[in-house]
């Protein structure tokens, strides 16, 4: 007998995440009511992920549930603040409990390791698209926003961009599937399947930076809303920007061309790390996490001119900066139809 919704809600969702505290009425009433703290600004943030566009289509049911909560927490992250609470609104072609059952064990794994509790949503039927609103907490008055840079700013990210992307490339059905060193391709597989959202850098980051975002549609192009949003320009130089050594594997094996790299670095999406800036006078907090790699100066603010593009790539080897003009900014889903 197939799953019926409230069946369906009640056997794999009903229990996500665990029962905070502050939830007075969770998942099973018509709204959800819950107690934010005293002191604290509320945080909202929703993301949509749709099979074919977001995620390929038949991928692991577990991973779209990690996914579907992870890039949410990263915008959590971006602000500086703790998450607390989700929604969920699920819509699906059928109820597979085979498949049900993967994807809540992956969005409720995630949920439990961060402390976020399910406290509602809907489910329907339809082409596979997955909904999640988050809601967390920020001292108040202290978020982190796009907009706080000024000229003279460093400019950093944490992790190393471009992972995700090559994971998502070496999902694809080419030539290249199988080729390489195993490790590295299980790497970069699952910086794509499976983020990790920089939650507690971001509060780290409260303290030290100026501004913040989340890198979930491409370095360069995300740098260079924060740049808009802070009333200044961008200097990257490429040869500061990291490298995982998975992705540099690939290279030196052929499975990538270095240009190809570059692509997925700068403007690759799905990384969900964070790029933020920081100002002069905290280089001595931003030191030691650098020293912990966490972390990594790549660029400087700059002020903004009519005629100068709001992200500019410099490179020491010269044969590279027509390319690195042309590279696209960042995905988008109107502009790349």
């Not at 991928?59 to 603040?81: C, E, K, Q, W, Y």
């Amino acid at each position: 007998m197939p799953l019926g919704e409230f069946e369906l809600i009640d056997r794999f969702f009903r229990e996500a995440g665990g029962r905070r505290g502050d939830v007075v009425i969770g998942v099973g009433d018509d709204g959800a009511i819950l107690r934010p703290p005293e002191g604290f600004d509320l945080i909202a943030v929703s993301d949509t992920l749709v099979e074919g566009v977001h995620f390929p289509a038949g991928a692991p049911a577990r991973s779209v549930g990690h996914r579907a909560l992870a890039v949410n927490l990263s915008d959590i992250a971006a602000m500086g603040g703790a998450p607390a609470w989700s929604l969920l609104a699920l819509t699906l072609p059928r109820a597979e409990e085979a498949w049900l059952k993967e994807f809540a064990k992956g969005f409720s794994l995630l949920a439990l390791e961060h402390e976020v509790s399910l406290v509602g949503g809907d489910t329907t039927r339809g082409p596979l698209m997955i909904g999640v609103q988050v809601l967390g907490f920020v001292p108040h008055g202290v978020a982190l926003r796009r907009a706080g840079g000024r000229p003279g700013d460093l400019i950093c990210v944490s992790g190393t961009p471009g992972d995700a992307a090559a994971g998502l490339a070496l999902l694809a059905p080419d030539a290249r599937a199988g080729a390489g060193d195993a490790a590295s391709r299980v790497a970069l597989r699952a910086r794509f399947e499976y983020p990790t959202p920089r939650l507690e850098l971001g509060r780290q980051l409260l303290d030290i930076a100026s501004a913040c975002i989340d890198v979930s549609d491409g370095l360069a192009g995300d740098l260079g809303k924060l740049a808009a949003a802070s009333g200044c320009a961008a200097v990257i130089d490429l040869e500061r920007v990291p490298r995982s050594e998975a992705l540099a594997t690939l290279v030196r094996e052929g499975v990538f061309e270095e240009r190809e790299a570059l692509r997925f670095m700068l403007a690759g999406g799905d990384d969900y790390e964070l790029a933020f800036t920081v100002p002069p006078e905290n280089r001595e907090a931003l030191a030691e996490l650098e020293a912990r790699g966490e972390v990594f100066v790549i660029g400087m603010l700059v002020e903004a001119t009519g005629s100068a593009p709001l992200v500019t790539v410099r490179t020491e080897r010269t044969e590279l900066q027509p390319y690195l003009d042309a590279l696209p900014s960042s995905f988008d889903h109107f502009g790349h139809a």
